[in-house]
């Protein structure tokens, strides 16, 4: 691979000559060439390695890729627009640091250049790029407080219903297999491609739940029939696209006692669209009000020490844009997020501010052992409900094996019980015969004898937490998470986050790792271009 050289000697006709004058410090295309750029030379032998060095013609600049895919991250282009960008807009000649006759390249060039990233697991060097120059200039610290938020990444594939994405399943796989020309094809082969490839249902006149069934079963028993002639060709059977049709047909039906079923209750995680098998169906509450299919984004941001002055542009930037799949739990993206940012050397934070999803006994625990607080509210426990006292009620000390009701009895028992659901032990408290003279006993034990209280071996911080949340101090610091949902919605309506222009989770996981690095370079923009009026203003 042979890389163009470096332009040494200054020119009065340069773009930098010509264009200089024109983009104030706070200008993104100059923080952009006067920041970024350095940053991306800086990390150039990670973007080299990417590249064959001995094969292969003339490979463009990576770093010139690498900025070109950040800017189009920053201006929400499409490839084509980010092209004729490089070769007609002023500011991105000069944010990359190019010439007049630098005309650009081919819209693919771009595509092959994210592929690339994909397959080096190179695809976050643009935020690393970018985080590094911010903790060199010390706008980020490598030890802080930070706070976590999720939001949904919609797929960017249209919704199906079940008949749909299953008769999707079975076209895309008639139509790649048909490209093969295969021999020995079934009886049954040209009434499936009618049916499946040049035949629309009109899902109007199948409202009725039985013929929904019947339309779902006949392409049930289509699958195994052509899944049944693919177990006799070994190299088709394993082609991608007849593996979607094994997974689609897996998850959708089942037989029973012989006979071919449609399955009553769809299982989790299943594919909603052969076109982003890892697309996912979500939903955010047990209502279900409120479901995508598509992906989940763990957003985590620096907590500044103090507010800022009014109308002070944000000076805290995104240190991890994690995504996960749409059914991951927000705990399990949590330590993802956290592990992925100590990768690239940040620390755990000393603060993280966070809501309800990301609180619990365990988290609580293992954060006070590393030193470090995990600031937010905690749910109530299902125990209350009610109008009985609440599980907070009670004052317990597990280490010391005894509770005080609220009466201030202490309990005759402390014993450890095996909770095979939740994969851990739990302690079931009692206060036996003295709940029947006890003068509370309609507040407490209810239609019931006795009172029996069930708590997580990390009671003692949950019961900790639980106490701390009414305070004015715990609120007042508890606010400090709420800036994230405006993050968020900067990320979505800034820089399209939403909807991923990409399919699959490893493209989308790429390109939300460019909307954060984009998101920082507008910001620290945004921040300099303030300081620079302050600054002029005090002068006057």
Same mark, same amino acid.
């Given at each position: 691979m042979s890389?163009?050289?470096?332009?040494?000697?200054?020119?009065?006709?340069?773009?930098?000559?010509? *264009?200089?004058?024109?983009? +104030?410090?706070?200008? !993104?295309?100059?923080?952009?060439?006067?920041?970024?750029? !350095?940053?991306?030379?800086?990390?150039?032998?990670?973007?080299? &390695?990417?590249?064959?060095?001995?094969?292969?013609?003339?490979?463009?600049?990576?770093?010139?890729?690498?900025?070109?895919?950040?800017?189009?991250?920053?201006?929400?282009?499409?490839?084509?627009?980010? &092209?004729?960008?490089?070769?007609?807009?002023?500011g991105w000649k000069y944010a990359l640091d190019l010439e007049w006759e630098d005309t650009g390249f081919h819209p693919t060039s771009l595509v092959v250049f994210r592929d690339r990233l994909l397959d080096g697991e190179a695809e976050r060097i643009g935020?690393?790029?970018?985080?590094?120059?911010?903790?060199?200039?010390?706008?980020?610290?490598?030890?802080?407080?930070?706070?976590?938020?999720?939001?949904?990444?919609?797929?960017?594939?249209?919704?199906m219903s079940r008949l749909e994405a299953?008769?999707? @399943?079975?076209?895309?796989?008639?139509?790649?297999?048909?490209?093969?020309?295969?021999?020995?094809?079934?009886?049954?082969?040209? /009434?499936?491609?009618?049916?499946?490839?040049?035949?629309?249902?009109?899902?109007?006149?199948?409202?009725?739940? *039985?013929?929904?069934?019947?339309?779902?079963?006949? @392409? =049930?028993?289509?699958?195994?029939?052509l899944w049944a002639w693919l177990e006799t060709q070994p190299e088709l059977k394993e082609r991608d696209k007849a593996k979607?049709?094994?997974?689609?047909?897996?998850?959708?039906?089942e037989l029973q006692e012989g006979k071919l079923e449609v399955r009553r209750v769809q299982l989790a995680g299943c594919m909603q669209n052969p076109h982003d098998p890892e697309a996912q169906w979500s939903s955010k509450d047990p209502s279900k009000k409120s479901q995508w299919v598509g992906y989940k984004a763990q957003v985590l941001e620096t907590v500044g020490e103090a507010p800022g002055e009014g109308g002070q542009?944000?000076?805290?930037?995104?240190?991890?844009?994690?995504?996960?799949?749409?059914?991951? /739990?927000?705990?399990?993206?949590?330590?993802?997020?956290?592990?992925?940012?100590?990768?690239?050397?940040?620390?755990?934070?000393?603060?993280?501010?966070?809501?309800?999803?990301?609180?619990? =006994?365990? +988290?609580?625990?293992?954060?006070?052992?590393?030193?470090? +607080?995990?600031?937010?509210?905690?749910? /109530?426990?299902?125990?209350?409900?009610g109008e009985l006292y609440p599980v907070e009620s009670f004052d317990i000390h597990l280490a010391e094996g005894f509770g005080t009701c609220p009466a201030g009895c202490r309990s005759t028992s402390c014993s450890r019980v095996e909770n095979y659901d939740r994969g851990q032990p739990m302690y079931r408290l009692r206060w036996g015969s003295q709940c029947r003279d006890c003068p509370l006993a309609d507040k407490c034990v209810g239609k019931g004898s006795i009172r029996d209280v069930v708590v997580t071996p990390n009671h003692d911080h949950l019961q900790k937490r639980r106490r701390e949340m009414g305070s004015e101090d715990f609120q007042r610091e508890a606010r400090k998470r709420n800036a994230i949902e405006g993050t968020i919605s900067e990320l979505v309506r800034g820089y399209g986050l939403r909807k991923t222009r990409y399919r699959g989770l490893a493209k989308t996981r790429l390109a939300n790792y460019f909307i954060a690095a984009a998101c920082n370079i507008r910001r620290w923009a945004q921040q300099i271009a303030w300081l620079t009026q302050v600054a002029s203003a005090q002068a006057a």
């Open positions: 890389l163009p050289r470096e332009r040494r000697q200054a020119s009065f006709y340069s773009v930098n000559f010509v *264009a200089d004058g024109l983009f +104030e410090p706070g200008s !993104p295309y100059r923080v952009f060439r006067e920041e970024v750029l !350095p940053a991306l030379r800086h990390a150039r032998p990670k973007l080299e &390695v990417l590249y064959c060095p001995e094969n292969g013609r003339p490979a463009l600049d990576p770093v010139l890729m690498a900025g070109v895919t950040i800017l189009q991250f920053m201006e929400k282009a499409p490839d084509r627009k980010a &092209v004729e960008q490089v070769k007609l807009n002023l935020l690393d790029a970018v985080l590094n120059r911010l903790v060199d200039k010390g706008l980020v610290r490598k030890r802080s407080k930070q706070r976590i938020d999720s939001t949904h990444v919609l797929a960017n594939v249209s919704k299953t008769r999707e @399943a079975m076209g895309v796989c008639l139509e790649d297999l048909c490209k093969q020309n295969p021999e020995g094809l079934p009886e049954a082969w040209p /009434s499936w491609i009618e049916r499946y490839c040049e035949t629309e249902v009109d899902y109007r006149q199948l409202q009725e739940p *039985a013929r929904m069934i019947e339309k779902l079963r006949q @392409a =049930g028993e289509d699958m195994a029939a979607l049709l094994k997974r689609m047909f897996d998850e959708q039906f542009p944000t000076g805290q930037f995104i240190t991890e844009l994690t995504t996960t799949e749409a059914v991951a /739990s927000d705990l399990a993206g949590m330590k993802t997020a956290l592990e992925a940012q100590q990768q690239v050397g940040l620390e755990m934070p000393t603060h993280l501010y966070a809501d309800a999803a990301y609180v619990n =006994g365990p +988290e609580l625990a293992q954060a006070s052992e590393e030193g470090r +607080e995990l600031i937010g509210p905690v749910k /109530s426990s299902p125990q209350s409900k």
